[in-house]
């Protein structure tokens, strides 16, 4: 059963040259339960997409078009009000990736624990809720009397659990993992993503998971969708994106990675940099770091085509992926890229 | 906001004596960019505009407020002959005395039947001349306390900031107040109470932003192709930390006017001179607070206008010195 | 300040919009100034008077003073002090060649023996004495002297006639104005109050006899500076002595109109003919706030008090060779005649409790935290700054009608608009024109009028040349726009005078002396008599040799 | 440098600056034209009366003598005797300066409890005209000396509308006490503690204000005020109990420097309001020469700035966040 369906979403956000394309024609499903994977490089919109859900953006964002249905709920139209008192942690919760600042240092965890709780929660008295604390603590491994700390008492594991206890405490629909494993050390990477996976299970929700690490979600996601400039340009269940991408970008990713894919080829990053979002016209975003644009790649802007149950791509050229798959894995024709003249790019700043 | 330009400096300073109108324009270049990248933020800060222009207005109503003659001997000459004040501050001009406002006397007369818009524009000079005098003295002082305490550090360090440590000490307007009284209520004594109090600020904020410019490489290498220590600090340094100086001098007028009414408030005030301050302590004298709303309040508003003033220029200037204040997304 | 203002006091009225286009006029000039046929320039005048913070109206007239001066062809520096450095460097050092100061009035004053003893006569010139002017003229010493000691009134006030006449002439002071004026009192709460000559609303007859509306039990009266001291053995202001005779008694008060009455005496005091024995009759059955009686001992234990300790009253006592009592009788046996005797001795001497301060080892430290007197008026309380608290003594022969006095302190400015809120109910002080104006027009407010005794004056400095010779003197008292002073600057409080001794007084005030009123072509007349010249710049000169 | 040595540094710095606070004040008044006997000279018939007086207070001898006296004197916790009032000048002064630090600390209490508020909404809604017109609005008020201050609020709330007594601070009549509670806490002393403390709220209500907008736009910066919003929190929470919080602890150290310098800014209030304080007194008792008494209300004045002043060091050394947090 469907639980959250963005519908050719455009989230832009005003400055002073004009919209900023963060989030252009968007269109997701999510179902109960599932995991989706939001891939891409920062300043690819993923951050935006996310957010959208909890409208938590920027004062000068602004939909344009679209729309997100949240479990029935229309979120674009819903009142401030209703949005924090109903959605916000009571039905979609958020794991930042920097746990330690996303605690306000003057409070010990449990207090803001209990805070949220009896905020959404009517009735519950403070010991009540500060107990459902000291249970989630126990649940993911931490010791229940360290609700009485404060956030600098916790190690960065530490405070990374706690920061789940806390997204948990109201058993919601969806959790928002933006990230969540950044800011770790690599050892404990795995053991807080097991955790959050272990108890997305227990309690049910499900989860959108951002990163820009493909293979963090590549084990986690049932479905994956690779952003690029503001737009999702390949999107299909796991495995799938894993074994069969078809576009550019994601070729080029799942190079960047080494677990992914052959482990004897060579580490290659993707050359170039992230397009200006401020009136990006025509042709393909991804065109003047793409190894493989034509023409046709830089005047027209490419429609959504779906190919195997799901599997949607935004690629003139996604017919012709076996053999730019193979070609992909070779340096060489990255580092081509590099040597080409660049493409005249849009004056002043990224936001 | 490029305040410091390390390279540019370095460059210039490598090449040696030779090319030094290439250093020249460098160093003017760098001083200029404080300042113009204060004239661009000043296009979008429409307080800053309004403080200037409330400035501007009170210096012209400053010179323009009586003639001014200069005399050297038994020969005078009237350098501004223009007075925009229709009548002297002790003219009596109403036989009758305390009136409000007429056609004659737009701000009314006071108990002696003196005008009250000539007084109110000729204290305009009292303010200018007490204000930027003290700001400027209590500044220069302030800067090279803060610029001599940082550069050598040491054990001159050690004996400048302890007096600027028990400078902090003194309070302000009660030290003023006994300072005046002592010496007699004169110009200079009203000047010299406020800048021995009002330096301690500058010398403090420009000590420690010159500490952080010491440790620069501009500065080491100045030093390491032999620049005297006189050329280092006030060459090199000095143009650095000037938008942080004008920030202080800015508070400083601020602060200064602000003494300077409150001494004359309590009757303390420069002799031979009126200034707003004064004129309220005439109300005050004169036991007319009740009625006389148009004998107190045009020099009250002045004096909040022109602090006001200076401290809107004084914002406009923080955000050059701490960008992080500016708005933007 | 003002200094550099030319302005006239009564020219400027009118022509003053004349001034702002004429001096569009000018650009570039030379002074001229070559002379012939003159002598050496008249020294600068080193003229004090107050500042406007000590005395805006006498400030304001120093300043219309200072101009006339320039306007004769004196050149003036004019020095503007406050209060106690103007007391200082002309009292105390006289450093100065003209002074404006003022010279309080007190009933101990009403006596014209202050005003030509200690003011004129040449005991007195030394650094801090009251003959600032240092006025030394034997002739006129021996008038002051001979008033002292007639006894007999006619002949005295013949005496103190001739003294002024003298004065006039030699005008070693240019008396100005008694300075008389309006205390404010809230009409509603007071039925009446009773402003004393002089003193106005601080008059003893004024706390005694100024009558509270009938709901109110307390009345507060509010003045410009606290009390420095309830003890008459420190150095006293008036403020202070004030307050001091409403909790102790003396053996005789000032009357209504100024002449002493018997109090704690019985009947006036018995005088011998040669005038050198005073025998005083104590009331009986009078005792002290604390409940003991009041005898002779303590009368006699006060004088001794007195003589021994007081810095200001011991003077008085000097006269006395010797004191006896008898029963309830006190006799002063005096070593000369003394006329002042009953005025200075008998009516200032407080009659303080022997058994309480018999007990205190230093008498001018004040230790008597309760201030036990026998006075109409007794102590309750004092927090410096805020308020003191008295009661009436029920007890007393001649009790207040008021039940509580509450004296506040503060500025005078807060006071007056404490008086117009309701918050005081009367004030020791006078209000300004304006301030005077306005509660003129307040239904609530009365206005008590008083004249002054004390006076404002010029004081000129005869020790220095130039100021000795009795022209330059006259043509600056011709000046003086004493007029102008009175009706303008204190919107008509106040009296022009000529003579030390207030018109008032009419027992003693000569009204036919020589007298000095604004007068410039007089002035320039009476320099020319004194073969003055003038130079081509209007500049006074000494005559060519 | 550890925390002892810092301490130990700072309380020795702490005593240089009050010995030279001294110093300098016993050579200011020592520069007085004139002498405390000014003041009675119409009262001393002879030159030997008036300089057995100055005798009596001491003034003849040597400055240095005078100095190490007056040295002595403090250290004995004595002020000496009021030459105007003859009594010692700390059963004078005390009660005043009781007076001072009531106002005072009112003022500064509501212009910082005001002043927090008003800068956290002000950081809150950052570019908006509510905070472009706060700005205005409190730099107006700063620009405002004291005097202008009082005298709107005195023509307005006396003159006007005769709502507050003029001056004062206390209906007359009532029990004269130095019970704290007896003597502050009633009807009739709030009533005439409104508006001078208001007055000095007004002036002093722009540091804290601009201040805390300053240290609000830092802290909205950070992760966790995102995270609370994120959390479906009333914005009212997460300014007030979270950003606003955050914020507040820099302004301990500014409100502890604020509160010394206000005793010395107090002069004003005092003079206009008629308030029998520690700064009126400072004023009057310059002006009739009597040295003790205006030395030790200056004293009474620096002293409390430079103990604030250290106050406001240690209160900085614990509040950092930086120790606190990290």
Same mark, same amino acid.
């Given at each position: 059963?469907?639980?959250?369906?963005?519908?050719?979403?455009?989230?832009?956000?005003?400055?002073?040259?004009?919209?900023?394309?963060?989030?252009?024609?968007?269109?997701?499903?999510?179902?109960?339960?599932?995991?989706?994977?939001?891939?891409?490089?920062?300043?690819?919109?993923?951050?935006?997409?996310?957010?959208?859900?909890?409208?938590?953006?920027?004062?000068?964002?602004?939909?344009?078009?679209?729309?997100?249905?949240?479990? =029935?709920?229309?979120?674009?139209?819903?009142?401030?009000?209703?949005?924090?008192?109903?959605?916000?942690?009571?039905?979609?919760?958020?794991?930042?990736?920097?746990?330690?600042?996303?605690?306000?240092?003057?409070?010990?965890?449990?207090?803001?624990?209990?805070?949220?709780?009896?905020?959404?929660?009517?009735?519950?008295?403070?010991?009540?809720?500060?107990?459902?604390?000291?249970?989630?603590?126990?649940?993911?491994?931490?010791?229940?009397?360290?609700?009485?700390?404060?956030?600098?008492?916790?190690?960065?594991?530490?405070?990374?659990?706690?920061?789940?206890?806390?997204?948990?405490?109201?058993?919601?629909?969806?959790?928002?993992?933006?990230?969540?494993?950044?800011?770790?050390?690599?050892?404990?990477?795995?053991?807080?993503?097991?955790?959050?996976?272990?108890?997305?299970?227990?309690?049910?929700?499900?989860?959108?998971?951002?990163?820009?690490?493909?293979?963090?979600?590549?084990?986690?996601?049932?479905?994956?969708?690779?952003?690029?400039?503001?737009?999702?340009?390949?999107?299909?269940?796991?495995?799938?994106?894993?074994?069969?991408?078809?576009?550019?970008?994601?070729?080029?990713?799942?190079?960047?990675?080494?677990?992914?894919?052959?482990?004897?080829?060579?580490?290659?990053?993707?050359?170039?940099?992230?397009?200006?979002?401020?009136?990006?016209?025509?042709?393909?975003?991804?065109?003047?770091?793409? %190894?493989?644009?034509?023409?046709?790649?830089?005047?027209?802007?490419?429609?959504?085509?779906?190919?195997?149950?799901?599997?949607?791509?935004?690629?003139?050229?996604?017919?012709?992926?076996?053999?730019?798959?193979?070609?992909?894995?070779?340096?060489?024709?990255?580092?081509?890229?590099?040597?080409?003249?660049?493409?005249?790019?849009?004056?002043?700043?990224?936001? | 906001?490029?305040?410091?330009?390390?390279?540019?400096?370095?460059?210039?300073?490598?090449?040696?004596?030779?090319?030094?109108?290439?250093?020249?324009?460098?160093?003017?270049?760098?001083?200029?960019?404080?300042?113009?990248?204060?004239?661009?933020?000043?296009?979008?800060?429409?307080?800053?505009?309004?403080?200037?222009?409330?400035?501007?207005?009170?210096?012209?109503?400053?010179?323009?407020?009586?003639?001014?003659?200069?005399?050297?001997?038994?020969?005078?000459?009237?350098?501004?002959?223009?007075?925009?004040?229709?009548?002297?501050?002790?003219?009596?001009?109403?036989?009758?005395?305390?009136?409000?406002? #007429?056609?004659?006397?737009?701000?009314?007369?006071?108990?002696?039947?003196?005008?009250?818009?000539?007084?109110?524009?000729?204290?305009?000079?009292?303010?200018?001349?007490?204000?930027?005098?003290?700001?400027?003295?209590?500044?220069?002082?302030?800067?090279?306390?803060?610029?001599?305490?940082?550069?050598?550090?040491?054990?001159?360090?050690?004996?400048?900031?302890?007096?600027?440590?028990?400078?902090? =000490?003194?309070?302000?307007?009660?030290?003023?107040?006994?300072?005046?009284?002592?010496?007699?209520?004169?110009?200079?004594?009203?000047?010299?109470?406020?800048?021995?109090?009002?330096?301690?600020?500058?010398?403090?904020?420009?000590?420690?932003?010159?500490?952080?410019?010491?440790?620069?490489?501009?500065?080491?290498?100045?030093?390491?192709?032999?620049?005297?220590?006189?050329?280092?600090?006030?060459?090199?340094?000095?143009?650095? +930390?000037?938008?942080?100086?004008?920030?202080?001098?800015?508070?400083?007028?601020? *602060?200064?006017?602000?003494?300077?009414?409150?001494?004359?408030?309590?009757?303390?005030?420069?002799?031979?001179?009126?200034?707003?301050?004064?004129?309220?302590?005439?109300?005050?004298?004169?036991?007319?607070?009740?009625?006389?709303?148009?004998?107190?309040?045009?020099?009250?508003?002045?004096?909040?206008?022109?602090?006001?003033?200076?401290?809107?220029?004084?914002?406009?200037?923080?955000?050059?010195?701490?960008?992080?204040?500016?708005?933007?997304? | 300040?003002?200094?550099?203002?030319?302005?006239?006091?009564?020219?400027?009225?009118?022509?003053?919009?004349?001034?702002?286009?004429?001096?569009?006029?000018?650009?570039?000039?030379?002074?001229?100034?070559?002379?012939?046929?003159?002598?050496?320039?008249?020294?600068?005048?080193?003229?004090?008077?107050?500042?406007?913070?000590?005395?805006?109206?006498?400030?304001?007239?120093?300043?219309?003073?200072?101009?006339?001066?320039?306007?004769?062809?004196?050149?003036?520096?004019?020095?503007?002090?406050?209060?106690?450095?103007?007391?200082?460097?002309?009292?105390?050092?006289?450093?100065?060649?003209?002074?404006?100061?003022?010279?309080?009035?007190?009933?101990?004053?009403?006596?014209?023996?202050?005003?030509?003893?200690?003011?004129?006569?040449?005991?007195?010139?030394?650094?801090?004495?009251?003959?600032?002017?240092?006025?030394?003229?034997?002739?006129?010493?021996?008038?002051?002297?001979?008033?002292?000691?007639?006894?007999?009134?006619?002949?005295?006030?013949?005496?103190?006639?001739?003294?002024?006449?003298?004065?006039?002439?030699?005008?070693?002071?240019?008396?100005?104005?008694?300075?008389?004026?309006?205390?404010?009192?809230?009409?509603?709460?007071?039925?009446?109050?009773?402003?004393?000559?002089?003193?106005?609303?601080?008059?003893? *007859?004024?706390?005694?006899?100024?009558?509270?509306?009938?709901?109110?039990?307390?009345?507060?009266?509010?003045?410009?500076?606290?009390?420095?001291?309830?003890?008459?053995?420190?150095?006293?202001?008036?403020?202070?002595?004030?307050?001091?005779?409403?909790?102790?008694?003396?053996?005789?008060?000032?009357?209504?109109?100024?002449?002493?009455?018997?109090?704690?005496?019985?009947?006036?005091?018995?005088?011998?003919?040669?005038?050198?024995?005073?025998?005083?009759?104590?009331?009986?059955?009078?005792?002290?706030?604390?409940?003991?009686?009041? #005898?002779?001992?303590?009368?006699?234990?006060?004088?001794?008090?007195?003589?021994?300790?007081?810095? #200001?009253?011991?003077?008085?006592?000097?006269?006395?060779?010797?004191?006896?009592?008898?029963?309830?009788?006190?006799?002063?046996?005096?070593?000369?005649?003394?006329?002042?005797?009953?005025?200075?001795?008998?009516?200032?001497?407080?009659?303080?409790?022997?058994?309480?301060?018999?007990?205190?080892?230093?008498?001018?430290?004040?230790?008597?935290?309760?201030?036990?007197?026998?006075?109409?008026?007794?102590?309750?309380?004092?927090?410096?700054?805020?308020?003191?608290?008295? #009661?009436?003594?029920?007890?007393?022969?001649?009790?207040?009608?008021?039940?509580?006095?509450?004296?506040?302190?503060?500025?005078?400015?807060?006071?007056?608009?404490?008086?117009?809120?309701?918050?005081?109910?009367?004030?020791?002080?006078?209000?300004?024109?304006?301030?005077?104006?306005?509660?003129?027009?307040?239904?609530?407010?009365?206005?008590?009028?008083?004249?002054?005794?004390?006076?404002?004056?010029?004081?000129?400095?005869?020790?220095?040349?130039?100021?000795?010779?009795?022209?330059?003197?006259?043509?600056?008292?011709?000046?003086?726009?004493?007029?102008?002073?009175?009706?303008?600057?204190?919107?008509?409080? =106040?009296?022009?005078?000529?003579?030390?001794?207030?018109?008032?007084?009419?027992?003693?005030?000569?009204?036919?002396?020589?007298?000095?009123?604004?007068?410039?072509?007089?002035?320039?007349?009476?320099?020319?008599?004194?073969?003055?010249?003038?130079?081509?710049?209007?500049?006074?000169?000494?005559?060519?040799? | 440098?550890?925390?002892?040595?810092?301490?130990?540094?700072?309380?020795?710095?702490?005593?240089?600056?009050?010995?030279?606070?001294?110093?300098?004040?016993?050579?200011?008044?020592?520069?007085?034209?004139?002498?405390?006997?000014?003041?009675?000279?119409?009262?001393?018939?002879?030159?030997?009366?008036?300089?057995?007086?100055?005798?009596?207070?001491?003034?003849?001898?040597?400055?240095?003598?005078?100095?190490?006296?007056?040295?002595?004197?403090?250290?004995?916790?004595?002020?000496?005797?009021?030459?105007?009032?003859?009594?010692?000048?700390?059963?004078?002064?005390?009660?005043?300066?009781?007076?001072?630090?009531?106002?005072?600390?009112?003022?500064?209490?509501?212009?910082?409890?005001?002043?927090?508020?008003?800068?956290?909404?002000?950081?809150?809604?950052?570019?908006?005209?509510?905070?472009?017109?706060?700005?205005?609005?409190?730099?107006?008020?700063?620009?405002?000396?004291?005097?202008?201050?009082?005298?709107?609020?005195?023509?307005?709330?006396?003159?006007?509308?005769?709502?507050?007594?003029?001056?004062?601070?206390?209906?007359?009549?009532?029990?004269?006490?130095?019970?704290?509670?007896?003597?502050?806490?009633?009807?009739?002393?709030?009533?005439?503690?409104?508006?001078?403390?208001?007055?000095?709220?007004?002036?002093?209500?722009?540091? %804290?204000?601009?201040?805390?907008?300053?240290?609000?736009?830092?802290?909205?910066?950070?992760?966790?005020?995102?995270?609370?919003?994120?959390? =479906?929190?009333?914005?009212?929470?997460?300014?007030?109990?979270?950003?606003?919080?955050?914020?507040?602890?820099?302004?301990?150290?500014?409100?502890?420097?604020?509160?010394?310098?206000?005793?010395?800014?107090?002069?004003?209030?005092?003079?206009?309001?008629?308030?029998?304080?520690?700064?009126?007194?400072?004023?009057?008792?310059?002006?009739?020469?009597?040295?003790? +008494?205006?030395?030790?209300?200056?004293?009474?004045?620096?002293?409390?700035?430079?103990?604030?002043?250290?106050?406001?060091?240690?209160?900085?050394?614990?509040?950092?966040?930086?120790?606190?947090?990290?």
């Amino acid at each position: 059963m469907t639980l959250l369906t963005i519908d050719g979403l455009k989230m832009y956000y005003r400055s002073d040259d004009g919209y900023v394309r963060a989030a252009d024609d968007i269109n997701l499903e999510l179902e109960r339960g599932q995991t989706l994977g939001l891939v891409g490089e920062s300043g690819s919109g993923k951050t935006t997409i996310a957010r959208s859900v909890i409208r938590l953006l920027p004062d000068n964002a602004e939909v344009i078009d679209g729309s997100i249905d949240f479990d =029935g709920t229309e979120i674009t139209e819903l009142s401030e009000r209703a949005l924090r008192k109903q959605i916000r942690w009571q039905e979609v919760s958020m794991i930042p990736q920097n746990a330690m600042n996303s605690f306000d240092p003057v409070y010990t965890v449990g207090q803001q624990i209990v805070q949220v709780i009896r905020y959404h929660e009517d009735g519950v008295s403070k010991k009540e809720a500060k107990d459902r604390g000291r249970r989630l603590f126990g649940e993911l491994g931490i010791d229940p009397d360290r609700v009485d700390d404060y956030p600098h008492q916790f190690s960065g594991g530490m405070a990374q659990r706690a920061m789940i206890a806390l997204a948990l405490c109201l058993e919601p629909k969806l959790i928002l993992a933006d990230e969540p494993t950044t800011a770790l050390d690599v050892v404990i990477q795995d053991r807080i993503l097991e955790t959050i996976t272990g108890m997305q299970e227990e309690i049910n929700s499900a989860m959108i998971l951002i990163t820009h690490d493909i293979s963090v979600v590549s084990e986690t996601s049932d479905r994956i969708a690779v952003c690029y400039g503001g737009r999702i340009v390949e999107q299909a269940d796991a495995e799938t994106i894993i074994t069969n991408p078809r576009h550019p970008y994601t070729l080029g990713l799942r190079n960047a990675f080494p677990d992914i894919g052959d482990t004897d080829t060579d580490l290659v990053s993707i050359p170039g940099t992230p397009p200006e979002l401020v009136d990006p016209g025509e042709g393909c975003r991804f065109a003047p770091r793409c %190894p493989f644009a034509v023409d046709e790649c830089w005047d027209v802007t490419p429609q959504p085509e779906e190919f195997d149950d799901g599997h949607i791509v935004e690629c003139h050229r996604a017919d012709e992926a076996d053999e730019l798959r193979e070609r992909a894995e070779q340096k060489e024709t990255w580092e081509e890229v590099r040597e080409r003249p660049s493409q005249p790019q849009g004056a002043g700043g990224r936001r | 906001m490029s305040l410091d330009t390390p390279s540019e400096s370095t460059a210039a300073q490598a090449e040696g004596g030779t090319e030094s109108i290439d250093r020249r324009k460098l160093r003017w270049r760098r001083r200029l960019n404080a300042l113009r990248s204060w004239g661009s933020l000043l296009k979008e800060d429409r307080l800053g505009q309004i403080g200037l222009a409330i400035l501007a207005f009170f210096i012209l109503v400053g010179i323009f407020a009586r003639p001014i003659t200069v005399e050297i001997g038994p020969v005078w000459s009237q350098v501004q002959p223009f007075s925009l004040a229709p009548h002297g501050y002790t003219d009596r001009v109403a036989t009758e005395g305390l009136h409000g406002p #007429t056609w004659a006397h737009p701000f009314g007369t006071t108990d002696l039947g003196r005008d009250v818009l000539s007084q109110v524009i000729i204290g305009t000079r009292a303010t200018l001349i007490v204000g930027t005098i003290a700001a400027f003295m209590a500044v220069f002082i302030g800067a090279n306390v803060g610029i001599v305490s940082a550069y050598y550090g040491g054990w001159v360090d050690d004996v400048l900031m302890r007096i600027t440590d028990i400078v902090y =000490g003194v309070p302000f307007l009660p030290f003023a107040i006994a300072l005046v009284f002592i010496l007699g209520a004169t110009l200079v004594n009203v000047i010299v109470a406020i800048v021995l109090i009002l330096w301690r600020g500058t010398a403090r904020v420009v000590r420690s932003q010159v500490l952080s410019h010491k440790q620069r490489p501009y500065v080491e290498s100045a030093r390491a192709i032999g620049a005297s220590d006189f050329r280092i600090m006030y060459v090199q340094i000095m143009p650095n +930390v000037l938008p942080l100086i004008s920030l202080y001098a800015a508070f400083a007028v601020a *602060w200064a006017v602000i003494a300077e009414a409150s001494l004359s408030f309590l009757g303390l005030g420069p002799q031979g001179m009126i200034s707003w301050g004064e004129i309220i302590y005439d109300v005050r004298s004169a036991g007319a607070l009740r009625e006389a709303w148009w004998w107190v309040f045009p020099p009250g508003i002045a004096i909040m206008l022109f602090v006001m003033s200076v401290f809107f220029i004084g914002r406009s200037l923080e955000k050059v010195v701490n960008p992080d204040l500016r708005h933007g997304k | 300040m003002r200094s550099n203002s030319r302005r006239s006091f009564l020219r400027s009225v009118g022509v003053a919009g004349a001034i702002g286009s004429a001096s569009l006029a000018g650009c570039f000039g030379i002074d001229e100034g070559d002379d012939e046929e003159v002598g050496e320039e008249v020294p600068e005048i080193q003229f004090v008077y107050p500042t406007s913070g000590a005395n805006p109206d006498r400030s304001e007239l120093g300043g219309l003073i200072a101009d006339n001066m320039e306007e004769i062809g004196f050149e003036v520096d004019r020095q503007e002090l406050d209060f106690d450095p103007h007391v200082d460097q002309t009292v105390g050092n006289h450093d100065f060649d003209v002074s404006l100061l003022g010279w309080g009035g007190t009933p101990e004053r009403i006596d014209p023996h202050i005003f030509l003893m200690d003011m004129h006569h040449s005991d007195f010139t030394g650094e801090g004495g009251r003959n600032t002017p240092g006025y030394e003229n034997p002739d006129y010493d021996e008038l002051a002297e001979a008033q002292a000691q007639e006894v007999d009134e006619e002949a005295r006030r013949d005496i103190v006639f001739e003294a002024q006449a003298m004065l006039a002439e030699d005008q070693p002071r240019c008396y100005i104005a008694n300075e008389g004026g309006d205390h404010p009192y809230n009409s509603e709460r007071l039925e009446s109050v009773n402003p004393t000559l002089g003193e106005g609303l601080n008059g003893f *007859w004024n706390f005694m006899l100024a009558e509270p509306a009938d709901d109110v039990d307390q009345v507060t009266f509010g003045y410009s500076s606290d009390i420095i001291s309830l003890n008459p053995m420190q150095d006293l202001a008036t403020p202070d002595r004030q307050f001091i005779r409403l909790i102790y008694d003396q053996l005789y008060r000032f009357g209504e109109e100024g002449e002493p009455i018997p109090w704690l005496a019985e009947d006036d005091p018995e005088i011998d003919e040669d005038g050198t024995t005073f025998t005083v009759q104590i009331r009986e059955g009078h005792s002290f706030h604390d409940g003991e009686e009041v #005898t002779i001992d303590d009368v006699l234990f006060s004088y001794e008090l007195f003589a021994e300790y007081s810095p #200001t009253y011991s003077v008085y006592l000097d006269p006395i060779e010797e004191m006896e009592t008898d029963g309830n009788e006190i006799t002063f046996h005096l070593s000369e005649p003394d006329a002042t005797f009953t005025r200075n001795a008998l009516a200032q001497i407080y009659i303080f409790p022997e058994h309480i301060w018999s007990e205190i080892d230093d008498p001018t430290q004040q230790d008597d935290e309760e201030y036990i007197g026998s006075g109409p008026f007794q102590f309750q309380a004092w927090e410096r700054e805020v308020e003191m608290q008295l #009661t009436s003594f029920d007890d007393h022969f001649e009790p207040p009608v008021m039940d509580t006095l509450i004296r506040v302190p503060g500025d005078e400015d807060a006071l007056m608009d404490q008086i117009e809120a309701h918050e005081i109910d009367m004030l020791g002080n006078d209000p300004t024109p304006t301030q005077a104006d306005r509660m003129d027009e307040d239904p609530d407010i009365g206005l008590a009028t008083f004249e002054a005794i004390g006076h404002a004056k010029l004081a000129y400095n005869m020790r220095r040349d130039h100021m000795d010779d009795v022209h330059i003197r006259r043509a600056i008292s011709y000046c003086v726009p004493k007029e102008a002073f009175i009706e303008d600057i204190r919107g008509g409080m =106040g009296t022009v005078t000529h003579s030390p001794i207030a018109p008032v007084l009419e027992d003693w005030h000569n009204p036919d002396v020589m007298e000095f009123t604004e007068d410039l072509d007089a002035a320039r007349e009476e320099l020319e008599e004194g073969e003055y010249v003038w130079d081509g710049d209007d500049q006074l000169h000494y005559p060519a040799e | 440098m550890g925390l002892r040595e810092y301490v130990v540094r700072r309380i020795l710095q702490l005593v240089l600056t009050l010995w030279a606070l001294v110093t300098l004040l016993f050579v200011l008044f020592r520069m007085v034209p004139g002498d405390p006997t000014t003041r009675f000279v119409m009262e001393y018939p002879t030159d030997a009366e008036r300089q057995a007086r100055i005798e009596e207070l001491g003034l003849n001898e040597p400055l240095y003598v005078q100095y190490l006296e007056y040295m002595g004197q403090l250290l004995r916790g004595e002020f000496g005797d009021s030459t105007h009032y003859r009594e010692p000048v700390s059963q004078l002064i005390f009660p005043l300066f009781m007076n001072t630090v009531v106002l005072m600390f009112t003022a500064l209490l509501i212009a910082y409890t005001i002043g927090i508020l008003f800068g956290a909404a002000m950081g809150w809604l950052r570019g908006s005209r509510f905070e472009r017109g706060g700005i205005v609005a409190v730099l107006m008020a700063r620009s405002s000396p004291e005097f202008w201050v009082g005298i709107i609020l005195v023509w307005l709330f006396v003159f006007q509308f005769g709502l507050f007594p003029r001056s004062g601070i206390g209906g007359y009549g009532g029990e004269l006490t130095m019970n704290f509670v007896d003597r502050y806490v009633n009807f009739d002393f709030l009533r005439h503690l409104f508006l001078p403390a208001l007055t000095g709220a007004i002036v002093y209500l722009a540091t %804290p204000a601009l201040l805390m907008r300053n240290t609000m736009l830092e802290v909205l910066k950070a992760d966790f005020v995102e995270m609370k919003k994120a959390e =479906g929190l009333p914005e009212r929470t997460v300014l007030y109990k979270h950003a606003a919080r955050n914020s507040v602890l820099p302004l301990v150290t500014v409100a502890a420097i604020a509160t010394g310098a206000a005793m010395g800014g107090s002069v004003i209030i005092e003079t206009v309001f008629n308030w029998p304080g520690v700064g009126r007194e400072m004023v009057a008792s310059v002006s009739r020469n009597d040295y003790p +008494v205006a030395m030790a209300a200056f004293l009474l004045m620096g002293t409390s700035v430079i103990v604030m002043n250290f106050v406001a060091d240690l209160a900085y050394l614990y509040l950092d966040p930086r120790v606190k947090y990290e």
